[in-house]
């Protein structure tokens, strides 16, 4: 079983930065794709980027440009920074891991609110 531990959400103005990072902890033997998505109210779940274990990167057209996805292997953490924030990027973000090539885990969520 993984775990994993997100932060970096909250509340900022238009045209703001946040940092989400999230940790895998647990019984892993090797992590593969790891990703961020996102809801927001009243829509599907979509994706917002992600980044295989080779660093190869792919991003929704909505946030190419404005958000980068990256990893530290060694921590077994990936993170999204974001910038030029808008208010349709509210929504709860959550992280994705893809492990020992067949399992998948998903983080609680944290909430990115952006205020007009």
């Known amino acids: 079983q993984v775990q994993l531990a997100e932060s970096g959400g909250g509340l900022v103005q238009a045209g703001g930065s946040l940092r989400l990072s999230c940790a895998a902890s647990g019984s892993i033997f090797s992590i593969n794709t790891m990703a961020w998505y996102r809801q927001a109210p009243g829509k599907q779940r979509e994706l917002v980027a992600d980044i295989t274990n080779s660093d190869s990167t792919n991003y929704a057209d909505s946030v190419k440009g404005r958000f980068t996805i990256s990893r530290d292997n060694a921590k077994n953490t990936v993170y999204l920074e974001m910038n030029s924030l808008k208010p349709e990027d509210t929504a709860v973000y959550y992280c994705?891991?893809?492990?020992?090539?067949?399992?998948?885990?998903w983080g609680q969520g944290t909430r990115v609110t952006v205020s007009s």
């Open positions: 994705f891991v893809r492990y020992d090539v067949i399992w998948n885990s």
